[in-house]
Nanobody
């Protein structure tokens, strides 16, 4: 059972990226799926969550700019990021657990991360 992210890259401020997270080995639609990020020298923080009922939540810094979605047929979670800012620069991780929280320590399954760099 593991998660694999992709889609990171380098963009200029105002640009867009779409991150993907493929779940291998389990029916992730039964879990809470979350996107987290960690910038150098900072703690890992929650970005967005998608629970098993289809409810979504967003951290304040990304509200209105990022959208979390999933494609059950492809076992894939997405993070659509628009109007990117330099402060969005971080390594982005997807994670899965039975319930949604903003606390990384409560998630049991993590991907390896994908780097997003936004230049001004």
């Amino acid at each position: 059972v593991h998660l694999e992210e992709s889609g990171g890259g380098s963009v200029q401020a105002g640009g867009s990226l779409r991150l993907s997270c493929v779940a291998y080995g389990y029916a992730y639609s039964s879990y809470c799926m979350g996107w987290f990020r960690q910038a150098p020298g900072k703690e890992r923080e929650g970005v967005a969550t998608f629970d098993s009922d289809g409810n979504t939540n967003y951290a304040e810094p990304v509200k209105g700019r990022f959208t979390i979605s999933q494609d059950n047929a492809k076992d894939t979670l997405y993070l659509h990021m628009n109007s990117l800012k330099p402060e969005d620069t971080a390594k982005y991780y997807c994670a899965a657990d039975y319930r949604c929280t903003w606390y990384p320590s409560e998630y049991n399954t993590w991907g390896q991360g994908t780097q997003v760099t936004v230049s001004s």
